[in-house]
């Protein structure tokens, strides 16, 4: 679920008010184009996923250049707050460098090595979810690397 709160009267309702928005919201957008930039294709966002997915949209909105010789507008930490039933949770996803009162200046995004570094944790996650050391993951052929995964994905 996603709620917005203008401070103008627009599309949602009244300023100032809490309106749900079904489809969710970010701002700045993310394309089409970047979208696939960041995630190589296709993706779902599920409790399994939500680090990965809120960690690439926010690095892919940060990378935006600003229009009309604005600022660069995200920066600081990424953090994701989780509210259900049984409480509230909240844990930091990554920090960048920035200084507060300085500048936000992103460094250039090498997105293949990105989406590898994503893959290459996903899996090990998977694999160690399965009951697979960590360690012995290169040792495992390819076969039973994907009957590993396969495994896990089915427990998931």
Request: without cysteine.
């Amino acid at each position: 679920m996603a709620f917005t709160v203008s401070s103008i009267e627009d599309a949602s309702g009244a300023p100032f008010t809490l309106a749900e928005n079904s489809n969710g919201y970010q701002s700045p957008g993310v394309t089409s184009a970047e979208n696939f930039q960041g995630f190589g294709g296709p993706f779902s966002v599920t409790p399994e996923t939500i680090d990965h997915v809120a960690e690439t949209i926010l690095e892919l909105q940060r990378q935006q250049r600003p229009e009309h010789g604005g600022a660069y507008s995200i920066g600081g930490l990424v953090e994701l707050v989780e509210v259900t039933r049984e409480g509230v949770s909240a844990k930091i996803l990554k920090r960048w460098p920035d200084q507060i009162g300085e500048l936000i200046q992103p460094s250039p995004m090498d997105w293949a090595a990105w989406r590898a570094r994503k893959k290459q944790k996903h899996t090990t996650s998977a694999l160690a979810a399965s009951g697979v050391q960590t360690g012995s993951v290169i040792k495992l052929s390819r076969h039973e690397r994907r009957a590993a995964e396969a495994n896990a994905r089915s427990k998931a």
